[in-house]
Structure formats: structure tokens, C-alpha cells
């Protein structure tokens, strides 16, 4: 939230359960205010989904009079072509799906953690592959934990504060080399690690969905579990193993046999654990 600056938009609802679901002609129509005939030329297939191509959208923006229109689509294709890239050169429809969803307050916080995270982990159990996701992010996240190796301090959280701005505002250096970047990790001590960045927000951490020691987060192209206690005792903050039994097969794919069925139990215990947070609460 903080690297995003995002406000908490939802502070009780973890997903949008979307009513009226358009098609994807109809998103792209609301989107770009083109007309059908255009928007059925732009749509190609990629794989297993269908896309509409950023040359087609990169005209629209040069040529469309309306600037609010014009940025709307801009912020488009940063969705489709860095932060969740899937086809290149090509924005997804999943990621129209999201895009048409955040007029109505849907924040893209844990959506962006959860492809993060599976795609840090399928390179890492294949022991090869490329990162798949916003680099630019993940880079911001990296020398913010990192900071001793620049020996330089980051300011404690404030209102003012935005780590992505104080990024882009870092007068670039010059190209390091891969090499440079595996002697940096080889050579990583303890205390070169701040495993508590700065500007962490101090709040309320939603560790557990129902029953389950881990919280299932749902991607524009799947689910993956994340077990946020791991995260906390990297922090430092509880020293004690955490259970992840079942982690693993809350994982899977929007395709298939069973998937629908699986969202539905997550749907029922997350809705359990906001029934229980709120009696808490009262």
C-alpha cells in the first residue's frame, strides 16, 4: 500500500465479486468510447485469451481529443505491459477486467503482491526462467530492504513520504552489470538487511482466512496462497515456525475442472473471517 501509495479503498472486503460481468468488447468499448466496429477490428487472439494490441491503443492515445480519455487508456497499457505483462506488446484481458474494475474502488494491492509472489516462486522452483511482473516495483521493495549496501538512511514513514517518487526522483547510475548484482547478493551480510522497511505501515495485518493459517489471494489469472506469518518473522516480529499445511493447493488456475468450486469455499471463508473480525470488533 505504501510503495503504491493506494488509500485502503475497501478496508473490509479483501475482493469484488463483479455483477453484470460485460464482455470483453463491451469493457473496451466503456474504455476506450470507441465504437463496436473499431474495437471488434483491435481484438487478436493470444494463446488462450484474447487482446487488443498497443500499437492500436498507442494511436488512440496520440489521436484522442478528450485528455481524461487519453490518460485513462495510458494507465492501460502500464497495467497490461508492466505491471502485469502476459502477451507481448499485447494487454491482456484480464487485466481489462481489473482496469474496468477500479472505478468502483477495487484496489490492485493484492492482486500485484500475489503475481509478484507466484512468479518469484516458479522461477525459483524451476531454478531458472524470468520474472514475470512490475520490475520497477520489486526494485523500489529491494533497495528499500538493501539500504546499508548504499549506505544510505531512507526516511521513517510519513504523509509525505512515497518510495516511488523519492525512486524516480534518484538521479539514474550507470548500467550495472549482472555480474555486479551476484557479487552484491553473494556477498550480503546480517546486518546489510533492514527486513523492516521504513515506511512499513503500522496497522492491522489479516494473517488467517477462516480456519486456515495462510491467506488465499486471488490473481486476474489464478490463485496462490501466501502465508503472511512468514512474512512477519522475517520482520523479526514472531520467532516461531508458522503451519502452512494446505498452502499448496489452494494454488490453481481459472481453467479446468473443480475451479469454480474452490473460488467459492475461498469466497465462504473469507466471508467467515469477516464475520468473525466484525464481532470482534463489536
Known amino acids: 500500500m505504501a510503495l ?7 478496508v473490509d472486503r479483501a475482493y469484488s465479486r463483479a455483477v453484470n460481468v460485460l464482455t470483453f468488447l463491451k469493457k473496451l468499448m466503456n474504455i476506450t468510447r470507441m465504437s463496436e466496429q473499431w474495437v471488434a477490428a ?15 491503443l498507442k494511436d488512440l492515445i496520440l489521436a484522442y481529443p478528450d485528455t481524461k480519455k487519453r490518460v485513462d487508456v495510458f494507465v492501460l497499457n502500464i497495467y497490461g505491459l508492466v505491471v502485469f505483462p502476459k502477451a507481448f506488446g499485447h494487454v491482456n484481458e484480464a487485466v481489462i ?27 525459483r522452483k524451476v531454478g531458472e526462467g524470468r520474472f514475470i511482473g512490475c520490475t520497477q516495483l520489486l526494485l523500489t521493495w529491494f533497495h528499500s530492504h ?8 531512507y526516511w521513517v514513514f510519513s504523509e509525505n513520504y512515497f518510495p516511488l517518487k523519492e525512486r ?3 538521479p539514474r547510475r550507470d548500467v550495472i ?13 546480517k546486518e546489510d538487511i533492514e527486513w523492516r522497511a521504513p515506511w512499513l505501515l503500522l496497522d492491522e495485518i489479516l494473517y488467517r482466512c477462516c480456519d486456515f493459517d495462510w491467506v488465499s489471494l486471488l490473481l486476474i489469472w489464478g490463485a496462490i496462497g501466501y502465508a503472511l506469518l512468514l512474512v512477519i518473522r522475517q520482520y ?4 516461531f515456525i508458522p503451519a502452512s499445511q494446505g498452502i499448496v493447493e489452494c494454488e490453481f488456475s481459472y481453467k479446468g475442472d473443480g475451479y469454480k468450486k474452490k473460488i467459492r469455499e475461498m469466497s465462504n471463508a473469507w466471508n467467515q473471517t469477516r464475520q468473525m473480525k466484525r464481532l470482534i470488533v463489536e
Open 236 to 239: 523479526s516480529l514472531r520467532q
Open 97 to 123: 477486467d481489473l482496469f474496468n474494475r477500479l472505478d468502483k474502488s477495487v484496489t490492485p494491492v493484492p492482486i500485484i503482491l500475489a503475481e509478484t509472489f507466484r512468479s518469484l516462486n516458479t522461477c
Open 177 to 189: 552489470l549482472e555480474e555486479k548484482w551476484m557479487a552484491i547478493l553473494q556477498n550480503l551480510q
Open 42 to 56: 483491435q481484438i487478436k487472439k493470444k494463446g488462450d485469451s484474447k487482446c487488443i494490441p498497443w500499437k492500436s
Open 4 to 10: 503504491l501509495w493506494c488509500s485502503k479503498i475497501q
Open 168 to 170: 524516480v526522483a534518484t
Open 146 to 153: 538493501f539500504w546499508k549496501v548504499d549506505k544510505v538512511s
